[in-house]
């Protein structure tokens, strides 16, 4: 019996490389408006974002501080944004229409993707600042 289960975890092994593998592999640039959808988690500077893109173009992003009080207490919450976003080639275009803090509202950013896979998404805002966020489970 331990011999069968033996052969069947090798034969399934192979399939669990090519199934990460389909994961991680990047997203063509065609399929990026439909892939965004979804929740996203990442950092930008010292701060913690979570974002989420509809596929009606509108998006939802929850902004704080970064560090361990903040993070584990909630204490570094610094609002939400709210606003629609879309993509031209690699570029991912966000206006935001509403949020916490006035001085953001109205205003419109883009960032290059640099590289895009199912659960993997990194950026490169026109500063040159690299920020990397991962799909939400």
């Known amino acids: 019996m331990a011999t069968i289960a033996r052969l069947l975890w090798f034969a399934l092994l192979p399939l669990s490389d090519f199934t990460a593998c389909i994961r991680n592999s990047p997203i063509p640039e065609a399929d990026y408006q439909v892939k965004l959808v979804g ?5 930008v500077g010292d701060t913690k974002e979570t974002v989420s893109f509809t596929a009606d173009g509108n998006f939802v992003a929850q902004v704080r501080a970064a560090g361990f009080i903040s993070n584990t207490l909630s204490q570094g919450t610094t609002g939400t944004i709210r606003g629609t976003w879309h993509v031209a080639g690699k570029i991912i275009t966000m ?3 509403s949020a916490d803090n006035e001085n953001v ?6 960032s290059t993707i640099v590289t895009f896979s199912q659960n993997e998404l990194v950026v490169r805002s ?11 489970v």
């Open 126 to 136: 026109v500063s040159g600042e690299t920020s990397t966020f991962m799909r939400a």
């Open 95 to 97: 206006r935001v229409t």
């Open 39 to 43: 929740d996203w988690l990442g950092t």
């Open 105 to 110: 509202r109205n205003k419109e950013t883009s």
